[in-house]
């Protein structure tokens, strides 16, 4: 069974522009949910969520967004970027059931210069 | 969700076992505890998880105390590659809505497997 896909897996972008990451969960997980992990921060949420809806939203500016699709894909935006928002950002996928585990994928490193 | 309290870092030499202890004192009964390690730049790795029953699986076992406040991972046979950061993580179980997906990640404990 493939794992949770990320793509890209480098992404090196100007401050101001935008970005565009993108997940693919492992099959018949329709919960998504991302993070960003920077070394100063660690493991941050940012949201999940669970038939195209938004679940739960972790505490970021507006400038990050997300959606999911109906087949359970997701992406997430950040606008109007900022050298601080340079970091590994990572998807995990779930069954949306406590009794399971969340499974991560290998993350996207964003570099803004 | 409950917070947890991991030690920062722990030695281990490779072959022996590594017990991970993690307190998770304020736990409610609807919480599960779970396991990930982290190797170096890589997404985190599930490991395990459970309710209060101990469980195993083919990497490693978990302990969690009759009160739940503490639990141990224990990887019997440490390799080098189990070197990595190990997070303990407490999650609500309950239905109806609840966001699942969210894991509250604290510092964890860095895991140095020696030759």
């Known amino acids: 069974k493939a794992g949770v896909t990320q793509t890209p897996r480098y992404l090196i972008k100007t401050r101001g522009q935008q970005v565009t990451l993108s997940c693919s969960p492992i099959?018949?997980?329709?919960?998504v949910s991302w993070y960003q992990q920077t070394p100063g921060q660690g493991l941050q949420f940012l949201f999940e969520?669970?038939?195209?809806?938004?679940?739960n939203k972790g505490n970021f500016p507006g400038r990050f967004s997300g959606r999911q699709f109906s087949n359970s894909r997701s992406e997430m935006n950040v606008s109007t970027l900022e050298l601080g928002d340079s970091a590994l950002y990572l998807c995990?996928?779930?069954?949306?059931?406590?009794?399971?585990?969340?499974?991560f994928g290998q993350g996207t490193r964003l570099t803004v210069v | 969700d409950a917070k947890t309290t991991q030690p920062p870092s722990m030695d281990c030499a490779e072959g022996r076992a590594a017990n991970l202890p993690c307190n998770h004192s304020?736990?409610?009964?609807?919480?599960?505890v779970y396991w990930y390690r982290q190797i170096h730049s890589q997404g985190p790795q599930y490991i395990i998880h459970?309710?209060?029953n101990n469980e195993t699986n083919e990497m490693a076992s978990l302990i969690i105390t009759e009160d739940r406040k503490s639990s141990t991972l224990i990887l019997p046979h440490a390799t080098l590659r189990d070197t990595a950061v190990y997070y303990c993580?407490?999650?609500?179980?309950?239905?109806?809505?609840?966001?699942?997906?969210?894991?509250?990640f604290g510092q964890g404990t860095i895991l140095t497997v020696h030759p």
């Open positions: 995990a996928s779930s069954l949306f059931n406590p009794g399971q585990g969340t499974f």
């Open positions: 099959s018949g997980h329709r919960s």
């Open positions: 969520y669970f038939s195209e809806t938004q679940r």
């Open positions: 304020t736990i409610s009964g609807n919480e599960y």
């Open positions: 459970g309710l209060k």
């Open positions: 993580i407490v999650r609500v179980a309950s239905a109806g809505g609840t966001s699942y997906g969210k894991l509250t």
